[in-house]
């Protein structure tokens, strides 16, 4: 199984700056990665797939690099509603299985 | 507008069973694998199962081989799973989730999700 690791699981940021979240894959998948943005009581939203599409609808402050084992989700400056937990997702062996990250939740510094 | 809605979750007691639907609209269903994903509370994502489009096809993970049975109604526009032998640790909310991969397989990612429905294991 794929093992997808995100870092930090924390990360706090002043609104207006920039953020980066990194994904890190046990093995390669490729450009086959996905990102969304999940608010408390909310389901998870797409933001990018194959690790740099924007999503429909998704501001251009958010972008998606990396290929292989290594990924970074940017956002070029934090928003108020951009305060949210961010999972990374490899789709590289589907079917049958991709599998998460555990999260990135990033905070009001 | 593309619009999923979960039912058909509660409390059950551990080796019992559920079936949870998910009603979709906005969208020909029968174009698009489906999959369900769930969340444990205060917990990360975790893949469920997937169907294709067709509904020939089918996909589990590990955790849950054996014991759900995932189905579509395309006539209906509903997609299902069947949970049995439930498990503290299924615990969750369940998420349905369309694919937007054109190939009857999809891609294995997910654009549009439902609102969740809360499945509760206790005694």
């Known amino acids: 199984e794929i093992v997808m690791t995100q870092s930090p699981a924390t990360l706090s940021v002043s609104p207006g700056e920039r953020a980066t979240l990194s994904c890190r894959a046990s093995?390669?998948?490729?450009?086959?990665l996905a990102w969304y943005q999940q608010k408390p009581g909310q389901a998870p939203r797409l933001l990018i797939y194959?690790?740099?599409t924007r999503a429909t609808g998704i501001p251009a402050r958010f972008s998606g690099s990396g290929s292989g084992t290594e990924f970074t989700l940017t956002i070029s400056s934090l928003q108020s509603e951009d305060f949210a937990v961010y999972y990374c997702?490899?789709?590289?062996?589907?079917?049958?299985?991709?599998?998460f990250g555990g999260g990135t939740k990033v905070e009001i510094k | 507008e593309v619009q999923l809605v979960e039912s058909g979750g509660g409390l059950v007691q551990p080796g019992g069973s559920l079936r949870l639907s998910c009603a979709a609209s906005?969208?020909?269903?029968?174009?698009?694998?489906m999959h369900w994903v769930r969340q444990a509370p205060g917990k990360g994502l975790e893949y469920v199962s997937a169907?294709?489009?067709?509904?020939?096809?089918?996909y589990y993970a590990n955790s849950v081989k054996g014991r759900f049975t995932i189905s579509r109604d395309n006539s209906k526009n509903t997609l299902y799973l069947q949970m049995g032998s439930l498990r503290a640790e299924d615990m969750a909310v369940y998420y349905c989730?369309?694919?937007?991969?054109?190939?009857?397989?999809?891609?294995?990612?997910?654009?549009?999700w439902g609102q969740g429905t809360l499945v509760t294991v206790s005694s």
């Open positions: 989730a369309r694919d937007p991969g054109i190939a009857v397989a999809g891609r294995g990612y997910f654009d549009y």
């Open positions: 906005g969208f020909t269903f029968s174009s698009y694998a």
């Open positions: 169907i294709s489009s067709n509904g020939g096809s089918t």
């Open positions: 093995q390669s998948v490729s450009s086959n």
């Open positions: 194959g690790a740099s």
């Open positions: 997702q490899q789709y590289n062996n589907w079917p049958p299985a991709g599998t």
